[in-house]
T-cell receptor
Framework: DVKVTQSSRYLVKRTGEKVFLECVQDMDHENMFWYRQDPGLGLRLIYFSYDVKMKEKGDIPEGYSVSREKKERFSLILESASTNQTSMYLC????????????FGQGTRLTVV | KNEVEQSPQNLTAQEGEFITINCSYSVGISALHWLQQHPGGGIVSLFMLSSGKKKHGRLIATINIQEKHSSLHITASHPRDSAVYICAVRSANTGNQFYFGTGTSLTVIP
């Protein structure tokens, strides 16, 4: 019954590495989102996408990029990982409009050493 | 400025107690979600509300659209309810984005 799947629960990467976080949804949703969660700051929007190949910057896009080549998949890319990107990353998806449910992935805890 | 405010930030309760977590928001919304995050990080969506009240087992969520307020209640609390509870609202005005509260950390003591 899993609806939003993030590729990894835990990741450890080295400073300077290129990191890919993958998110797949099976509900044909138009909207997909990437958030990061930090203590005391809650969840903050990094990027979102409302259609294939479309993306919009969120509140904290610096140091990140995204890719949405297929409707079901939304990838978050850390071009050169840094220690301040150690965080919990959460993917979500929803229909474009209306009173519809949103679904959340289980999160990926990324540690950059 | 936080669009979503939760209270309390931390809550400790004895097993069996009735628990209430509150969420107030300042933006127009199309829906409000209550999320549960257990130690280890996995996040589960508990409820989506656009009006009224929903119940699932020992969990009850209510929303008052006019007052821009929602509550999450846990009846007969149990140590396995220990988690962080997060309120998230889906904005009606900004391209379907979500705003999140910073969470309420609940510990239920046996």
């Amino acid at each position: 019954d899993v609806k939003v799947t993030q590729s990894s629960r835990y990741l450890v990467k080295r400073t300077g590495e290129k990191v890919f976080l993958e998110c797949v949804q099976d509900m044909d949703h138009e909207n997909m989102f990437w958030y990061r969660q930090d203590p005391g700051l809650g969840l903050r929007l990094i990027y979102f996408s409302y259609d294939v190949k479309m993306k919009e910057k969120g509140d904290i896009p610096e140091g990140y990029s995204v890719s949405r080549e297929k409707k079901e998949r939304f990838s978050l890319i850390l071009e050169s990982a840094s220690t301040n990107q150690t965080s919990m990353y959460l993917c979500a998806s929803s229909r474009f409009q209306g009173f519809t449910e949103a679904f959340f992935g289980q999160g990926t805890r990324l540690t950059v050493v | 400025k936080n669009e979503v405010e939760q209270s309390p930030q931390n809550l400790t309760a004895q097993e069996g107690e009735f628990i209430t977590i509150n969420c107030s928001y300042s933006v127009g919304i199309s829906a409000l979600h209550w999320l549960q995050q257990h130690p280890g990080g996995g996040i589960v969506s508990l409820f989506m509300l656009s009006s009224g009240k929903k119940k699932h087992g020992r969990l009850i969520a209510t929303i008052n659209i006019q007052e821009k307020h929602s509550s999450l209640h846990i009846t007969a609390s149990h140590p396995r309810d220990s988690a962080v509870y997060i309120c998230a609202v889906r904005s009606a005005n900004t391209g379907n984005q979500f705003y999140f509260g910073t969470g309420t950390s609940l510990t239920v003591i046996p």
